[in-house]
């Protein structure tokens, strides 16, 4: 079964507004988190390491005050994204290493598909 | 920038033969290697782990780690047309903090 959970699977918004999608690893506390975005035919690519208790580490060219991040608990974290624009139209992965180690395989969530109309 | 660098393909086979995955990598103090399989519209499974060279079996699959060619690959056997998919390799940054992709490779097993 699913070891991390993903929600919502599928969202349609308005340009303008915003978007929390949720990441909850199931079983096992994940003191790390990674969301991950993937436009068609493309790769994943990380945009930041979700920490518990602690700021999210935001990659190079992602607006941290765009895609906010808050990881308030061992199992939960989720990912806002505020004043949503259609280029902001993606598939948003969140994972969770394995066993919450963080050099372990990851696990991943269904995914997000985020279609801001 | 570290890089994992994969063929986007397509590599097409025909069912039962072996299809060739291949990934080169360019931060030389990697030291987890992993191959996922991803479904159009759907998110990574992983499919292997190695993380010392050689050869690794699992199933139909077997994963080549060269760390002095900064090499990985995957070989699936008897493939199927289930195999239709894009592969994708994982090299972990060298602080072990998180996972970069590859492009990835779409493998299409004909019938």
């Known amino acids: 079964g699913a070891v991390v959970s993903q929600h919502p699977s599928r969202v349609i918004c308005k340009s303008g507004t915003s978007v929390k999608i949720e990441c909850r690893s199931l079983?096992?506390?994940?003191?790390?988190m990674f969301w991950y975005r993937q436009f068609p035919k493309k790769s994943l690519m990380l945009m930041a390491t979700?920490?518990?208790?602690?700021?999210?580490?935001?990659e190079q060219g992602v607006e941290k005050d765009k895609f906010l991040i808050n990881h308030a608990s061992l199992t939960l974290s989720t990912l806002t994204v505020t004043s949503a624009h259609p280029e902001d139209s993606s598939f948003y992965i969140c994972s969770a290493p394995q066993g919450g180690q963080g050099n372990s395989p990851l696990h991943f969530g269904n995914g997000t598909r985020l279609t801001v109309t | 920038q570290k890089e994992v660098e994969q063929n986007s393909g397509p590599l097409s086979v025909p069912e039962g033969a072996i299809a060739s995955l291949n990934c080169t990598y360019s931060d030389r103090g990697s030291q987890s290697f992993f191959w996922y399989r991803q479904y159009s519209g759907k998110s990574p499974e992983l499919i292997m782990s190695?993380?010392?060279?050689g050869d690794k079996e699992d199933g139909r699959f077997t994963a080549q780690l060269n760390k002095a060619s900064q090499y990985v690959s995957l070989l699936i056997r008897d493939s199927q047309p289930s195999d239709s998919a894009t592969y994708l390799c994982?090299?972990?940054?060298?602080?072990?903090?998180?996972?970069?992709f590859g492009k990835g490779t779409t493998l299409s097993v004909s019938s």
């Open positions: 979700s920490n518990e208790g602690s700021k999210a580490t935001y």
């Open positions: 079983d096992f506390q994940a003191t790390t």
């Open positions: 190695i993380y010392s060279n």
């Open positions: 994982a090299v972990n940054n060298q602080a072990g903090t998180a996972l970069i």
